[in-house]
């Protein structure tokens, strides 16, 4: 089944660093893909999304372009903020209509 | 933009007693509901999939007599805890999409706590 995997965290970066945080998806057809972010005790948020090869989403300086020969969908922006400090989900969807399947989250704590 | 209004954010109930959670779409038809379960630290597991009128589809080792879904109209969609107990204590997330321009919006979220 379809599936997404992403690099555990904790993250922590000094404020303006350089954010990667890695994720791969497995997936039959043409998945569409997304970013959550989520700040403690919050829901989730829509950070980004694409949905199909090539596509980059974009949001906020944040960047994921979706990468179907490495089935990737990495999230990197170019200098953090401390207000970025939450954790991030990788998610894809197989179809309109069916459940957003989640990886395990990356926790990302930026310090001043 | 799409808006899930979630409510209460926060509860906290006694064992044995029940606890209703609410999901609505505020600007938008949700011909799909789905509700997740948070544990901490830990991503979302999804427990169902609610289509307007029609019976909830419960994914596997969710206790569907439990974990009473409704979706009795395009605007609302209902989560009931059953006879609670600390072990439900946890974040329960709706999110909703609309097969008109599909996209998923979530609710913020509802911190069970069962005392």
């Known amino acids: 089944g379809d599936s997404v995997t992403q690099m555990e965290g904790p993250v922590t970066l000094s404020e303006e660093a350089f954010l990667t945080i890695n994720c791969t998806y497995t997936a039959t057809g043409y998945p569409s893909l997304f970013w959550y972010v989520q700040y403690p005790g919050e829901g989730l948020q829509l950070l980004l999304k694409a949905t199909k090869a090539d596509d980059k989403g974009s949001n906020k300086g944040f960047e994921a372009t979706y990468r179907k020969e490495t089935t990737s969908f990495h999230l990197e922006k170019g200098s953090v903020q401390v207000s970025d400090s939450a954790v991030y989900f990788c998610?894809?969807?197989?179809?309109?209509?069916?459940?957003?399947?989640f990886g395990k989250g990356t926790s990302l704590l930026v310090t001043p | 933009g799409a808006v899930v209004s979630q409510h209460p954010s926060r509860v906290i109930c006694k064992s044995g007693t029940s606890v209703k959670i609410e999901c609505r779409s505020l600007d938008f038809q949700a011909t799909t509901m789905f509700w997740y379960r948070q544990f901490p630290k830990k991503s979302l597991m999804l427990m169902a999939t609610s289509n307007e009128g029609s019976k909830a589809t419960y994914e596997q080792g969710v206790e569907k007599d439990k974990f009473l879904i409704n979706h009795a109209s395009l605007t609302l969609s209902t989560l009931t805890v059953t006879s609670a107990h600390p072990e439900d204590s946890s974040f329960y997330i709706c999110?909703?999409?609309?097969?008109?321009?599909?996209?998923?919006?979530f609710g913020s979220g509802t911190r069970l706590t069962v005392v």
């Open positions: 999110s909703a999409t609309t097969t008109v321009n599909y996209g998923y919006t």
């Open positions: 998610a894809l969807s197989g179809d309109s209509g069916y459940a957003l399947n």
